[in-house]
């Protein structure tokens, strides 16, 4: 029995030193400096092919979009995110990409991109949640009107961000304003075409 006691205690030595060691192990694989990995690092701008030929663009995106992060990928926002992937026919001309317009001001540019595929590309990383917490008009316009009737895809600096909350109501009696101006001007060409037959 004396033999078997000995081997037991000789067995849970090694099993102590065994953890103290592997806790070691632990320790120093936790304080030990992460190995280096590579970072590949693209030397041309991921909107080259866009900008030789839009010359206006060739500074890339300014203000928030020409900082963000594309949430989808979590790339830096190009050209293409918005736009998407242009054919080979399109420097022939080909209208083969997104545009965006302002609906309320220019109703056949809408045409061949209706509201919804519009804001359905701004939508894709703007969520409505908040957009409808930041300011009610978002939820009642999202179906009428393009984003871009508001709001300027490459500012420096958005036009729309600034105005302070009081006087976001004069947006509202302009833009409403106008729009009932057309209305009226519209329903007077229709009664005076009809008095003229």
């Given amino acids: 029995m004396g033999d078997l006691t000995m081997d037991f ?13 592997l806790q070691g192990q632990a320790a120093d694989a936790a304080t030990a400096p992460a190995p280096t990995t590579h970072e590949v690092e693209f030397l041309r701008s ?12 060739v500074e890339g995106m300014h203000g928030k979009h020409g900082q963000a992060t594309n949430p989808n990928n979590l790339a830096p926002v190009t050209c293409t995110n918005c736009h998407g992937q242009p054919s080979p026919q399109h420097r022939e001309g080909v209208k083969d990409v997104m545009r965006f317009s302002d609906s309320f001001n ?28 930041a300011l009610w008009a978002h939820d009642v316009h999202a179906t009428k009107l393009t984003c871009t009737s508001c709001h300027q895809l490459h500012p420096a600096k958005e036009p729309m961000v600034a105005i302070p909350e009081k006087s976001r109501i004069k947006l509202c009696v302009d833009c409403h304003s106008k729009q009932h101006e057309v209305v009226k001007a519209a329903k007077a060409n229709t009664t005076s075409g009809k008095e003229a037959q």
């Fill in 106 to 133: 220019n109703k056949q540019s809408t045409e061949s991109y209706p509201i919804a595929e519009q804001n359905g590309v701004c939508m894709s990383c703007h969520e409505p949640k908040p957009l409808r917490e």
């Fill in 46 to 57: 991921a909107d080259k092919a866009c900008t030789d030929c839009h010359k206006e663009q």
């Fill in 9 to 21: 205690l000789r067995l849970m030595l090694m099993a102590a030193m065994l953890l103290t060691s």
